[in-house]
């Protein structure tokens, strides 16, 4: 059976080095959905709770919502860097609140203080849903994700294979040593 969550991003990106109108800076409202797949859990009577999938995910998501996505080779990128620096905001402002936990993986870094995620590839659909896949494969049994961005829309779905123990309580995935982080409960 399967949790079906979604997420609303706001961001902004180019296709550098492309043709036509997707070539220039602009924003897009994008929506993420997210299926995981799992056993029902008995007592609890559910995959896994979507407000937990929901703060797994939204913990390294939030890097895309409002922000600005560029490839790594996009000349944009050193200019915008250079403004954000005579500005003071490079490394962070007070304001800025909206801030996911930092990554780096073969795909994309995020830089949360800038509200910047720096690609490999060029930020499509497709592209999407290979890093958000890279991103939570190790925290979710994630079996499918669709990403649609404007009239653009991608789905891919994936093989589990991991076996996540989970509270019988919540539902909630375990730590490491048999305890539950929202309810406490711990393995006998």
């Known amino acids: 059976m399967r949790s079906i969550t979604s997420f609303d991003l706001q961001y902004a990106h180019r296709f550098y080095g492309f043709s036509g ?24 009577n559910m995959v896994y709770p979507c407000n937990e999938i929901k703060k797994v995910a939204w913990s390294l998501l939030q890097n895309f919502d409002h922000a600005l996505v560029l490839r790594q ?8 860097l250079k403004v954000y620096e005579q500005q003071g905001i490079k490394d962070g402002h007070p304001q800025n609140r909206m801030k996911g936990e930092a990554f780096k993986t073969e795909l994309a870094t995020a830089y949360p203080d ?16 290979k890093i958000v896949y890279e991103l939570l494969k190790d925290k979710l049994n994630i079996v499918k994700i669709t990403f649609s961005s404007g009239v653009n829309a991608a789905s891919a779905a994936f093989d589990t294979h991991k076996d996540i123990e989970r509270c019988p309580l919540c539902g909630v995935a375990l730590d490491e040593n048999g305890g539950c982080p929202k309810c406490g409960y711990m393995r006998p």
């Open 21 to 44: 109108e997707a070539q220039y800076l602009h924003g897009h409202t994008g929506v993420l959905t997210l299926e995981v797949e799992d056993s029902v859990n008995k007592g609890v």
């Open 73 to 80: 080779d996009d000349p944009l990128l050193p200019a915008i």
């Open 114 to 129: 800038c509200r910047l995620v720096v690609t490999k590839e060029t930020m499509t659909v497709e592209g999407m849903i």
